[in-house]
């Protein structure tokens, strides 16, 4: 699986943003799919993921009520709104699929898209 985020950009605090992900090759509607995020200096951290087919998605306390995380398995396409946006959201946005678990673990994906920058100013 080929993973390719876009939708990144500058935005002011309280304001919203759409991520995209899009995927090529098998499996996309049966692997779990994550967002993950990684701010200047700091270690990747988890934002959102679903599990397959399980309709359930989980949050990072953070941005529970703020973000919401979607996918499209018609079109290979996994998506992460983000409104209310603060400065403190402001990372590199990767998109992540694999089979581990836990689903909020780095460790359970294999797959990998290349990033896409938000940054939130004050």
């Known amino acids: 699986v080929q993973l390719q985020a876009s939708g990144g950009g500058l935005v002011e605090a309280g304001g919203s943003l759409r991520l995209s992900c899009a995927a090529s090759?098998?499996?996309?509607?049966?692997?779990?799919l994550a967002w993950f995020r990684q701010a200047p200096g700091k270690e990747r951290e988890f934002v959102a993921s679903t599990i397959g087919s399980d309709p359930r998605t989980f949050y990072d306390d953070s941005v529970k009520g703020r973000f919401t995380m979607s996918r499209d398995n018609a079109k290979l396409t996994v998506y992460l709104q983000m409104l209310s946006l603060r400065p403190e959201d402001t990372a590199i946005y990767y998109c992540?699929?694999?089979?581990?678990?836990?689903?909020?673990?780095?460790?359970?994906?294999?797959?990998w898209g290349q990033g896409t920058q938000v940054t939130v100013s004050s």
């Open positions: 992540a699929a694999g089979a581990g678990w836990p689903p909020s673990a780095l460790s359970a994906y294999h797959y």
């Open positions: 090759g098998r499996g996309f509607s049966t692997y779990g």
